[in-house]
């Protein structure tokens, strides 16, 4: 059975800043402990297309991959989704903003099934990835914060 992850945060900070920051993808490095560089391939509009490289794992494996990304401003949403899959046989994200009276509400959906070679299963990488986005919510949310004055 394919992987599911939802997971929210609220930032005490304007959606737009939220926004900006959270959406500049050359930033990630800065923002997210576990990504070690972002190289842009294409950017059309809305839409694009990048290399995500992590810090090597506790077994000194790095991992790499190209993702495809698109934004809605308007709508509040980006959706994304693996281009090199790697050890999934499909991930498709969705990242949704909600303006709230303390801040901005920030959410993360996976969807995702693992191949069956994969190191990790559905349910394994379901921890893995419910697990890691709660710290690095909670990481954005202090930089943001800290941007914003509030923290």
């Known amino acids: 059975m394919p992987g599911h992850t939802d997971n929210e945060i609220l930032i005490n900070a304007p959606l737009d800043l939220v926004w900006d920051v959270t959406n500049d993808l050359e930033g990630w490095p800065q923002l997210f402990s576990e990504y070690a560089s972002v190289e842009v391939l294409d950017r059309e509009g ?23 990304r698109e934004t809605d401003r308007q709508g509040l949403t980006v959706r994304a989704r693996r281009v090199e899959p790697g050890p999934f046989e499909f991930m498709n994200i969705r990242w949704e903003y909600t303006e709230h009276p303390g801040g901005t509400l920030m959410r993360w959906i996976q969807d ?40």
């Open 112 to 151: 995702f099934a693992m191949k069956p070679t994969a190191p990790v299963d559905d349910h394994g990488m379901t921890n893995h990835i419910n697990r890691n986005s709660r710290i690095q919510m909670e990481l954005i949310k202090q930089k943001v914060e800290l941007r914003a004055g509030v923290a």
């Open 46 to 68: 809305p839409k694009t297309t990048f290399r995500l490289t992590m810090h090597p794992d506790e077994n000194g494996t790095v991992w790499s991959w190209i993702s495809e």
